[in-house]
């Protein structure tokens, strides 16, 4: 199973960029790399997945380096209502899809 | 889009008590998992089905949880008797159909139900 690596914590201004380091080196090639995140008391939230090429949606950037080992998820103007726990996770190669969520990071933004 | 209803949200309970808790998931969505979120970590996989048939089943401790899925939309996951360890919030989520890891191969989750046993 392809394993990630975050930071447990990180803190950013509001207004100013966010940028979310995720590792995992060990992730195949068929493999997606998914962004999700939870607000406090609510569930996770699906915000951005992509394979090898950069992704942008109206939430979101994804940076995929070129050898896939590590990716940036990118808020580029973050807002107070961005603090949340933020998982990276890949999907988990074999026969079927089983989704694991590892800890996470936690983004506080910050006035 | 109605999303993935629960409930109850809040509920508390003595060990060794049973509790049920109740998911509807998003209309059409043929896939349907639940999680176990203690404080401070990840949600963690219990279950998984496909329609009414379970996929993976292999992190539900089966001595004391149990689920099911008729009809292969609302599903129901069960504890008897509860432990301590069980306090954690029970998360709902489904996904669309289509294939795993593509562009609609994402999870919609619920607002989970917060288990607290004393």
């Known amino acids: 199973d392809a394993k990630t690596t975050q930071p447990t914590s990180m803190d950013c201004a509001e207004g100013r960029a966010a940028n979310l380091p995720c590792n995992h080196s060990?992730?195949?090639?068929?493999?997606?790399v998914y962004w999700y995140r939870q607000i406090h008391s609510q569930g996770p939230q699906y915000i951005i997945h992509?394979?090898?090429n950069n992704e942008t949606n109206e939430m979101a950037s994804l940076i995929i380096t070129e050898d896939r080992k590590s990716s940036t998820l990118i808020l580029p103007h973050a807002t107070l209502r961005d603090t949340a726990v933020y998982y990276c996770?890949?999907?988990?190669?074999?026969?079927?899809?089983?989704?694991?969520f590892g800890r996470g990071t936690s983004l506080i933004v910050h006035p | 889009e109605a999303g993935v209803a629960q409930s109850p949200r809040y509920k508390i309970i003595e060990k060794r008590q049973s509790v049920a808790f109740w998911c509807n998931p998003i209309?059409?969505?043929?896939?349907l998992y639940w999680y176990q979120q203690i404080l401070g970590q990840g949600p963690k996989l219990l279950i998984q089905?496909?329609?009414?048939?379970?996929?993976?089943d292999s992190q539900l401790p089966k001595d004391r949880f149990s689920a099911e899925r008729l009809k292969g939309v609302d599903s129901t996951l069960k504890i008897q008797p509860a432990k301590l360890e069980d306090s954690a919030v029970y998360l709902c989520?489904?996904?669309?159909?289509?294939?795993?890891?593509?562009?609609?191969?994402?999870?919609?989750f619920g607002p989970g139900t917060r288990l607290t046993v004393l």
């Open positions: 989520a489904s996904r669309p159909p289509g294939l795993a890891g593509g562009p609609a191969d994402t999870q919609y």
């Open positions: 060990t992730i195949s090639g068929n493999e997606y």
């Open positions: 992509g394979l090898k």
């Open positions: 996770i890949v999907r988990v190669s074999g026969g079927s899809y089983i989704p694991t």
């Open positions: 209309s059409g969505h043929a896939t």
């Open positions: 089905f496909q329609n009414n048939g379970v996929v993976d």
